[in-house]
């Protein structure tokens, strides 16, 4: 037996005020740019979420227990649906009943902690494996980290932490002949199971598509379907995942995106072979056929697949560690407020959209991106972070005031 592993990521950043400058520091202690932030998630909602997730239900009510999805639901962006769309994390819960989708742990504010405060990281996870306990009634076994980053040393702290499952890229650099469709294990771990994402199989959604000039265009469930019949004898496990915008955002509706994913379950269980199964189930159909080595940082992002997209340049690396060295202020101060400000400015967006790789040439780094150049991005962060600095240095020195009273 065959499975279909699909897995899709739901993420928004709460974005800075673009206009944030060097005056603002003292004086304007609100960062986020409210009205960006509420319009984005409503019009993503509108076109994916809020479609997309009705279609997964309707899927999972034709065929009953046999269609199964997994969704990495970051923290910020429950956030982000509590305060601007109810109806959408409604939604997910209505998703979370069916007993069919898995909701898998990730650092709670989407962030690259764990290569910087790895006591920070855990909190993060921790925070987030609540959540999903609080608002989908499961206590999840599957550890999905920010934008699939992953290396040999991660994988040993999440075994650690009582996991039994992990997600990364299928990067040609890490497997060298072997497949992604097989269950593996990290180098040096024994309880962790790993699946790695078919990347050419997931992007042939979630990028690929609509291309026109792609020579498989136009791309049909039946003619999907026979790709993935083509790995039987060859493959265990075919992990597809992608952003959940795929889904009406990145290929709008216009495309036939929705009409391709509801024909696909039908197409795919027309060989008896074949069955959708969530990550977290893997360990019960298939042993680990291997362990796999990484020892170097692999991602989803770009052609690299590495840290480069948020720690690529000057400007990236030196608003990441100035960040990074607030944390012992920030939570001395034991104000919930200023952490959680704070802790906003760790998402991997605000570093992302400082990349300068091929920035002239329209990538996808410009989708969504609030900034005009890198730099303007860079700018307004470091403003923010001063101000934030200014303010817990106040918070210090006000505690101390007030500790020498009452001596």
């Not at 899709?8 to 400058?21: A, G, I, N």
């Amino acid at each position: 037996m065959i499975s279909i592993c699909f897995y899709f990521q739901v993420h928004q950043p709460f974005r800075l005020k673009r206009d944030y400058s060097f005056f603002d520091i003292g004086v304007n202690h609100f960062y986020e740019d409210e009205d960006s932030n509420r319009a984005i998630l409503n019009k993503v909602s509108e076109k994916c979420y809020i479609p997309m997730n009705r279609l997964l239900l309707e899927l999972i009510n034709k065929y009953n227990d046999r269609f199964k999805v997994a969704f990495s639901l970051s923290g910020i962006a429950i956030d982000q649906f509590q305060k601007y769309n109810p109806e959408v994390l409604t939604l997910f819960k209505e998703l979370a009943d069916t007993g069919c989708v898995e909701f898998i742990n990730e650092t709670y504010y989407h962030s690259l902690a764990f290569l910087f405060s790895k006591s920070n990281f855990k909190r993060q996870i921790l925070k987030h494996k609540q959540l999903m306990k609080e608002l989908f009634k499961q206590n999840p076994k599957t550890f999905r980290n920010t934008e699939l980053i992953y290396n040999n040393e991660l994988a040993h702290f999440i075994e650690a932490m009582g996991y039994t499952t992990i997600l990364a890229e299928g990067a040609d650099h890490i497997l060298g002949w072997r497949s992604p469709n097989f269950l593996y294990q990290p180098s040096g771990c024994y309880k962790l199971n790993l699946l790695l994402k078919n990347y050419k199989l997931s992007d042939d959604i979630a990028f690929r598509f609509s291309n026109r000039g792609w020579e498989e265009f136009p791309l049909t469930a039946e003619k999907y379907a026979s790709w993935l019949y083509s790995v039987a004898g060859n493959g265990e496990i075919i992990n597809l995942f992608m952003d959940y915008e795929t889904f009406g955002e990145h290929q709008w509706q216009d495309t036939g995106i929705f009409d391709f994913f509801k024909q696909l379950p039908e197409e795919i269980f027309k060989h008896p072979d074949f069955q959708f199964i969530n990550p977290g189930q893997a360990h019960e159909y298939y042993t680990p056929v291997a362990q796999i080595d990484v020892p170097y940082f692999v991602s989803w992002a770009d052609i690299e697949r590495d840290l480069t997209a948020w720690l690529g340049n000057p400007l990236q690396n030196s608003s990441i560690e100035a960040v990074y060295a607030l944390e012992k202020k920030v939570m001395n101060t034991g104000d919930q407020d200023l952490i959680d400000v704070w802790h906003k400015l760790l998402t991997s967006d605000h570093f992302y959209y400082m990349c300068t790789k091929w920035f002239s040439d329209g990538d996808v780094h410009k989708y969504f991106n609030p900034y005009e150049t890198p730099y303007d991005a860079y700018i307004v962060y470091m403003n923010v972070l001063n101000d934030l600095h200014e303010t817990i240095l106040q918070r210090q020195k006000a505690k101390k005031k007030q500790s020498r009273k009452k001596a």
